[in-house]
């Protein structure tokens, strides 16, 4: 074996190559009249605020069409984190809300279209519904756009260089210092003796004056390059303090030569960065203002400064807000402060300023704050809120209603941490009964349609589950009422509400569902995490009195937690029961669809008065009455020649709208054959309850079960875990449960 695994020395000189390259190529340092070139290459990228810095990110990673029950809607691509490697490790994408993405898209339109970030966005919904989700998405989004070259952005330093004598150049006379043209930006470390950087990040092009500056940006636009109104920032934005007072000193140092000034500007690119709070920053809910100054001349040996800055007293502000500059602060939970701890963001929202003791601090960033209804509903009866009330964007974020949506956010977020195997189905179980802790009775009198104001309120809390997840009408509906129904799936998902009272407002969070769910897996006595012992636990939060939602009273089955633990119980049983019939082979789907298929086909000839041609014998021959009859008696047809003419004139419904497709008899007959798959069933029932039981004895002691069942048991065992995740344990655990509940007589 060689010793020489690695060279050390290639190595790192490859690296090194790597890094360097990397760095020239990104341009991350540059001289004010190079940055000035890439302004003039690509005029939209380098003239952007935080806002329409964001509306591009959303832009840079697209969008896609869902199709949902309740219409079709476009989903923001940022949310799904497609710039995080998807390793099977936990994700915290962003699950639905849609509509709460486009209401925040079109708030920054509206700010691209008014010239700046003029409104507080505040997230109102209650606790664990995505609201800090949604900002940490947006957070992640930037962090990767700006690593990008679309997304570059710099900030500027100013150097002051040593001189021969050892001396700093810099605001002393008009023959000292750069000459025209000349630039500090890329002298070696140990040629600077101070660099004072932009703690704002403010736009280099903000060292332009406002005259020259606005000159610029014209020519730009005449070159079709820049949207006919570029941002207030950059249109009229001034320099800090600090930054106004050093350019002022060398402007008069220079006797106004522009570019002997510009010549101590060093322009660097910067990057968004949540750990290191650059340009993305969230403000918990303390009691402080969230920027102040401070000066930095005290701080710093005159030494090391040109002599000129001793008669100059430089402050810089600090603090969370300049932080943030460039980018996005979220204020978490912003109204569970004291309203004087805020009340500075009435003026600063208005004005784009912040006021501190010495300077007015300009704001660019996009400001997002989250509350809950109970704050929010106490904010709005203070009677400063008409004040306030201009200057925010209400965008409510409710519970998710659709169960396969929240499903997917314990699939992604709480099965990876999970160390045991996982049965399936028990995501699935959380998801159902937490959704229906969350619906409420549909109110008939908001609908415009009184009819399908009527309809939907007859539904239950599972049918509304269902109808919401998968657009399924119940089939207790005649034919004109579940079209109606079909029709109003989005008029029920938006029924009109106010602004602090809608469904999704009340029930269990994915929060709570997260605490069952744990601890559920943190059961040691349990090899697996199994729908048998989430629904354990979830009797017995019920049994609390310290959630609202558990305290609700029942409205025609409504709000009854309780009762949605037996309702999702019955539920998971049917689709074991579904998975067993299938596994064991006795009852295939395929087997009642054919028999189905073939009925209509005899029927339909029977009618047209034809012969039926046989593919066994190549023969044509009479429709087959005695399978007529057979399968009537099964649907349980009480007048034949009715059944037949009403089930043709459906099919023959179904061609004209249809005409290219072949009929879909399990959505045109649902009802139909359901009824067939169980008669096929209850012919098979003991048959599957012995292949149920020899499965779970084979499991123990493959001896003592009989030959001609083991061979059947494993190939059930088999197709279990083959189609739908099952191991041991948790078959153990469905199939017990499913024998001890439909299967005890059998």
């Given at each position: 074996?060689?010793?020489?695994?690695?060279?050390?020395?290639s190595?790192?000189?490859?690296?090194?190559?790597?890094?360097?390259?990397?760095?020239?190529?990104?341009?991350?340092?540059?001289?004010?009249?190079?940055?000035?070139?890439?302004?003039?290459?690509?005029?939209?990228?380098?003239?952007?605020?935080?806002?329409?810095?964001?509306?591009?990110?959303?832009?840079?990673?697209?969008?896609?069409e869902?199709?949902?029950?309740?219409?079709?809607?476009?989903?923001?691509?940022?949310?799904?984190?497609?710039f995080?490697?998807k390793?099977?490790?936990?994700?915290?994408?962003?699950?639905?809300?849609?509509?709460?993405?486009?209401?925040?898209?079109?708030?920054?339109?509206?700010?691209?279209?008014?010239?700046?970030?003029?409104?507080?966005?505040?997230?109102?919904?209650?606790?664990?519904?995505?609201?800090?989700?949604?900002?940490?998405?947006?957070?992640?989004?930037?962090?990767?756009y700006?690593?990008?070259?679309?997304?570059?952005?710099?900030?500027?330093?100013?150097?002051?260089?040593?001189?021969?004598?050892?001396?700093?150049?810099?605001?002393?006379?008009?023959?000292?210092?750069?000459?025209?043209?000349?630039?500090?930006?890329?002298?070696?470390?140990?040629?600077?003796?101070?660099?004072?950087?932009?703690?704002?990040?403010?736009?280099?092009?903000?060292?332009?004056?406002?005259?020259?500056?606005?000159?610029?940006?014209?020519?730009?636009?005449?070159?079709?390059?820049?949207?006919?109104?570029?941002?207030?920032?950059?249109?009229?934005?001034?320099?800090?303090?600090?930054?106004?007072?050093?350019?002022?000193?060398?402007?008069?140092?220079?006797?106004?030569?522009?570019?002997?000034?510009?010549?101590?500007?060093?322009?660097?690119?910067?990057?968004?960065?949540?750990?290191?709070?650059?340009?993305?920053?969230?403000?918990?809910?303390?009691?402080?203002?969230?920027?102040?100054?401070?000066?930095?001349?005290?701080?710093?040996?005159?030494?090391?400064?040109?002599?000129?800055?001793?008669?100059?007293?430089?402050?810089?502000?600090?603090?969370?807000?300049?932080?943030?500059?460039?980018?996005?602060?979220?204020?978490?939970?912003?109204?569970?402060?004291?309203?004087?701890?805020?009340?500075?963001?009435?003026?600063a929202?208005?004005?784009?300023?912040?006021?501190?003791?010495?300077s007015?601090?300009?704001?660019?960033?996009?400001?997002?704050?989250s509350?809950?209804?109970?704050?929010l509903?106490?904010?709005?009866?203070?009677?400063?809120y008409?004040?306030?009330?201009?200057?925010?964007?209400?965008?409510?974020?409710?519970?998710?209603?659709?169960y396969?949506?929240?499903?997917?956010?314990?699939?992604?977020?709480?099965?990876?941490?999970?160390?045991?195997?996982?049965?399936?189905?028990v995501?699935?179980?959380?998801?159902?009964?937490?959704?229906?802790?969350?619906?409420?009775?549909?109110?008939?009198?908001?609908?415009?349609?009184?009819?399908?104001?009527?309809?939907?309120?007859?539904?239950?809390?599972?049918?509304?589950?269902?109808?919401?997840?998968?657009?399924?009408?119940?089939?207790?509906?005649d034919r004109?009422?579940?079209?109606?129904?079909?029709?109003?799936?989005?008029?029920?998902?938006?029924?009109?509400?106010?602004?602090?009272?809608?469904?999704?407002?009340?029930?269990?969070?994915?929060?709570?569902?997260?605490?069952?769910?744990?601890?559920?897996?943190?059961?040691?006595?349990?090899?697996?995490?199994?729908?048998?012992?989430l629904?354990?636990?979830?009797?017995?939060?019920?049994?609390r009195?310290?959630?609202?939602?558990?305290?609700?009273?029942?409205?025609h089955?409504?709000?009854?937690?309780?009762?949605?633990?037996?309702?999702?119980?019955?539920?998971?049983?049917d689709?074991?029961?579904?998975?067993?019939?299938?596994?064991?082979?006795?009852?295939?789907?395929?087997?009642?669809?054919?028999?189905?298929?073939?009925?209509?086909?005899?029927?339909?000839?029977?009618?047209?008065?034809?012969?039926?041609?046989?593919?066994?014998?190549?023969?044509?021959?009479?429709?087959?009455?005695?399978?007529m009859?057979?399968v009537?008696?099964?649907l349980?047809?009480?007048?034949?020649?009715?059944?037949?003419?009403?089930?043709?004139?459906?099919?023959?419904?179904?061609?004209?709208?249809?005409?290219?497709?072949?009929?879909?008899?399990?959505?045109?007959?649902?009802?139909?054959?359901?009824?067939?798959?169980?008669?096929?069933?209850?012919?098979?029932?003991k048959?599957?309850?012995?292949?149920?039981?020899?499965?779970?004895?084979?499991?123990?002691?493959?001896?003592?079960v009989?030959?001609e069942?083991?061979?059947?048991?494993?190939?059930?065992?088999?197709r279990?875990?083959?189609?739908?995740?099952y191991?041991?344990?948790?078959?153990?655990?469905?199939?017990?449960?499913?024998l001890?509940?439909?299967?005890?007589?059998?």
């Amino acid at each position: 074996m060689s010793t020489e695994v690695l060279d050390v020395p290639s190595e790192l000189a490859a690296v090194g190559e790597a890094v360097q390259g990397r760095f020239e190529a990104q341009k991350r340092v540059l001289s004010f009249a190079e940055y000035l070139g890439e302004v003039a290459a690509h005029p939209r990228r380098h003239t952007r605020d935080a806002a329409r810095y964001l509306h591009d990110a959303f832009v840079h990673f697209g969008s896609y069409e869902v199709e949902r029950p309740w219409g079709r809607a476009r989903r923001w691509a940022l949310f799904d984190l497609p710039f995080e490697p998807k390793d099977g490790t936990r994700s915290d994408h962003l699950v639905g809300h849609e509509a709460l993405q486009n209401a925040f898209f079109r708030t920054l339109q509206g700010f691209r279209r008014e010239g700046r970030a003029n409104r507080l966005a505040l997230l109102h919904g209650p606790n664990g519904s995505a609201k800090s989700t949604f900002a940490a998405c947006l957070m992640r989004a930037l962090e990767a756009y700006s690593q990008t070259d679309e997304g570059a952005l710099y900030r500027f330093s100013w150097i002051f260089p040593r001189g021969a004598d050892g001396k700093t150049l810099g605001f002393t006379t008009a023959e000292e210092g750069p000459a025209p043209g000349d630039s500090y930006a890329h002298l070696p470390e140990e040629r600077i003796d101070a660099k004072l950087p932009s703690e704002l990040r403010e736009h280099p092009l903000q060292l332009v004056p406002v005259p020259e500056r606005r000159r610029l940006l014209r020519r730009l636009q005449q070159g079709g390059e820049l949207d006919a109104a570029p941002p207030d920032w950059l249109w009229s934005g001034e320099l800090g303090h600090k930054n106004r007072m050093i350019f002022e000193a060398l402007l008069t140092a220079y006797r106004g030569e522009m570019r002997r000034v510009l010549a101590h500007v060093q322009v660097e690119r910067f990057y968004i960065s949540r750990r290191y709070r650059q340009g993305a920053v969230t403000i918990g809910p303390q009691m402080a203002v969230d920027a102040r100054e401070r000066q930095i001349t005290a701080d710093r040996s005159l030494a090391s400064l040109p002599a000129s800055l001793s008669a100059v007293t430089l402050f810089e502000a600090f603090g969370e807000l300049v932080d943030a500059a460039g980018g996005l602060v979220e204020y978490s939970d912003l109204l569970k402060r004291p309203l004087d701890a805020w009340k500075y963001l009435l003026l600063a929202i208005e004005t784009g300023e912040v006021m501190l003791p010495m300077s007015n601090m300009p704001i660019n960033s996009v400001l997002v704050a989250s509350s809950n209804e109970l704050h929010l509903k106490a904010f709005q009866e203070h009677p400063e809120y008409q004040s306030f009330q201009g200057r925010l964007v209400l965008l409510r974020v409710p519970y998710l209603r659709d169960y396969r949506q929240e499903q997917g956010i314990y699939d992604a977020q709480i099965v990876p941490q999970v160390r045991k195997h996982v049965a399936p189905h028990v995501t699935y179980v959380a998801a159902l009964w937490a959704i229906l802790t969350r619906l409420r009775r549909a109110r008939s009198d908001r609908y415009a349609d009184p009819e399908l104001g009527r309809l939907a309120a007859s539904l239950t809390p599972l049918e509304k589950a269902d109808l919401y997840a998968l657009g399924a009408v119940p089939r207790r509906f005649d034919r004109e009422e579940a079209k109606t129904l079909a029709q109003g799936i989005g008029a029920i998902f938006r029924e009109p509400s106010g602004t602090l009272d809608y469904e999704g407002l009340m029930g269990a969070s994915p929060r709570e569902m997260r605490m069952l769910l744990l601890d559920a897996a943190a059961d040691g006595s349990e090899a697996c995490l199994s729908p048998v012992s989430l629904l354990d636990r979830l009797e017995r939060f019920c049994e609390r009195d310290d959630y609202e939602f558990l305290r609700l009273k029942a409205d025609h089955g409504f709000h009854d937690a309780s009762g949605f633990v037996d309702q999702v119980r019955e539920r998971w049983l049917d689709i074991v029961d579904d998975e067993l019939r299938g596994a064991t082979g006795l009852v295939e789907e395929a087997q009642y669809l054919t028999l189905f298929e073939r009925y209509v086909t005899h029927v339909s000839h029977l009618i047209k008065k034809e012969r039926v041609y046989n593919e066994v014998t190549g023969t044509y021959e009479d429709p087959d009455e005695a399978l007529m009859s057979r399968v009537e008696t099964m649907l349980g047809a009480k007048d034949a020649q009715g059944f037949r003419d009403e089930l043709m004139s459906r099919v023959a419904a179904w061609a004209l709208d249809h005409p290219d497709a072949e009929v879909d008899y399990r959505t045109l007959f649902p009802g139909y054959i359901e009824r067939l798959e169980e008669a096929y069933f209850e012919e098979h029932r003991k048959q599957i309850a012995a292949i149920a039981r020899a499965v779970l004895r084979s499991l123990d002691d493959p001896g003592e079960v009989e030959p001609e069942l083991l061979e059947a048991a494993r190939a059930t065992f088999e197709r279990l875990r083959e189609r739908h995740g099952y191991e041991a344990a948790s078959i153990r655990v469905a199939l017990s449960a499913l024998l001890s509940e439909r299967y005890s007589d059998d």
